[in-house]
């Protein structure tokens, strides 16, 4: 699911890295939310509130929204940039360096108590906020800009159209790939709600607090493990297979 690009993805493609990113993006952004009362995996609110700060003459107040919205671009920017860098390697999934980068921000915060993150609390938002960057950047360019997992404000909107659209006889010849695309942004939807309502759960039921972003970083690590050994696994099969039926040489 990380491996495949653009138009050589299928919808199980989408659907697992949906899945999984969608599911790391609601525990990450309920755990944010719950622990500092900031967004942390999308910018738009943040806009909002730097607006509500600039109207009320409180410009120094407003520029921490600035830094929180240049921090998603900067996340945005690392993700592309690492991915572009080292693209033309052969040997290297060039999509599992932002992967592995967001893997250590979650561990580090998550490792951290509340209290001593509190005396730091808006460094730790731009540091999520990074994190959601590589990821939103990162599933657009596998996908092809079809998958986005840190936010829902786009997704809501794309399905209500997608949805309006079964109903004309016009769009009847696409109905099979308006299914696909309505399935792929109900999991997206479904599994960004599933993590924030399960984080939720670990993080106040449980009380583990902002280590529950410890568990979104594992749940990214299980997924990288599993997509290299799928592929090592399909690529010696394959390998075997060609090797059995290469025809002998009859003796001579």
Same mark, same amino acid.
């Given at each position: ?93 060039? #999509?599992?360096?932002? +992967? !592995?980068?967001?893997?250590? $921000?979650?561990?580090? @915060?998550? &490792? =951290? ?94 009380? #583990?607090?902002?280590? +529950? !972003?410890?568990?979104?970083? $594992?749940?990214?690590? @299980?997924? &990288? =493990? ?27």
């Amino acid at each position: 699911m990380f491996r495949h690009q653009g138009t050589s993805r299928t919808l199980i493609h989408n659907l697992r890295i949906a899945t999984v990113l969608s599911f790391v993006a609601g525990i990450v952004n309920v755990s944010g939310f719950l622990a500092f009362s900031q967004l942390t995996t999308n910018v738009t609110g943040h806009f909002a509130f730097f607006i509500s700060d600039l109207a009320n003459f409180e410009f120094w107040k407003g520029t921490i929204y600035v830094v929180y919205i240049f921090s998603f671009l900067t996340g945005a920017f690392c993700s592309s940039f690492l991915i572009e860098r080292f693209r033309e390697s052969k040997k290297l999934n060039v #999509f599992v360096l932002p +992967t !592995l980068l967001e893997v250590v $921000i979650l561990i580090s @915060i998550g &490792l =951290f108590n509340l209290e001593t993150l509190n005396t730091v609390a808006n460094l730790v938002v731009c540091a999520l906020l990074f994190a959601m960057g590589l990821q939103n950047s990162l599933v657009t360019q596998i996908s092809d800009a079809v998958v986005r997992t840190t936010h829902l404000t786009g997704l809501f909107t794309d399905l209500g159209i997608e949805l309006s659209q079964l109903f004309f006889k016009k769009y009847k010849a696409k109905h099979q790939a308006l299914k696909a695309t309505i399935t792929l942004r109900l999991f997206i939807i479904g599994f960004f709600f599933s993590g924030g309502l399960i984080g939720g759960f670990i993080y106040s039921k449980l009380e #583990f607090n902002i280590h +529950t !972003l410890i568990i979104g970083a $594992i749940i990214l690590l @299980i997924s &990288l =493990f599993y997509d290299d050994f799928r592929y090592q696994f399909i690529r010696t099969t394959r390998r075997h297979q060609q090797r059995k039926n290469q025809p002998t040489n009859p003796p001579s």
